[in-house]
């Protein structure tokens, strides 16, 4: 089973960027499609973005697309989210997770699981 902790959130100003870190443990990252979430307060948690096994595949929710970049290291077991432009709406807890099981077939990912203890964002207006 893989284990991962989110890092990186923080208090940002309307306009600013931030990079979340999700690291995950065990040798079996790179087996795995990733994917960020965000929960909002009083709000379910909705998908952010994901990445293939190799970093060259990726797929982003309409709301964050041309503003975030997911990016992978499967030698530091690492997956990255790079959030620029951010918006008030953007505020939330970011958790990342990992595919249902290594080397899915469902791209993107429809389930995930192995969830992170999450990271808060918070943009101010």
């Known amino acids: 089973q893989v284990q991962l902790v989110e890092s990186g959130g923080g208090l940002v100003q309307a306009g600013g960027s931030l990079r979340l870190s999700c690291a995950a443990s065990?040798?079996?990252?790179?087996?795995?499609?990733m994917g960020w979430f965000r929960q909002a307060p009083g709000k379910e948690r909705e998908f952010v973005a994901a990445?293939?096994?190799?970093?060259?595949?990726?797929h982003y929710a309409d709301s964050v697309k041309g503003r975030f970049t997911i990016s992978r290291d499967n030698v530091k077991n690492t997956v990255y989210l790079q959030m620029n432009s951010l918006k008030p709406e953007d505020t939330a807890v970011y958790y990342c997770?990992?595919?249902?099981?290594?080397?899915?077939?469902?791209?993107?990912?429809?389930?995930?699981?192995?969830w992170g203890q999450g990271t808060q964002v918070t943009v101010s207006s």
């Open positions: 065990g040798r079996t990252f790179s087996s795995y499609y």
């Open positions: 997770a990992t595919d249902t099981q290594p080397y899915g077939t469902m791209w993107p990912p429809l389930r995930y699981e192995n």
């Open positions: 990445i293939s096994r190799s970093g060259r595949g990726t």
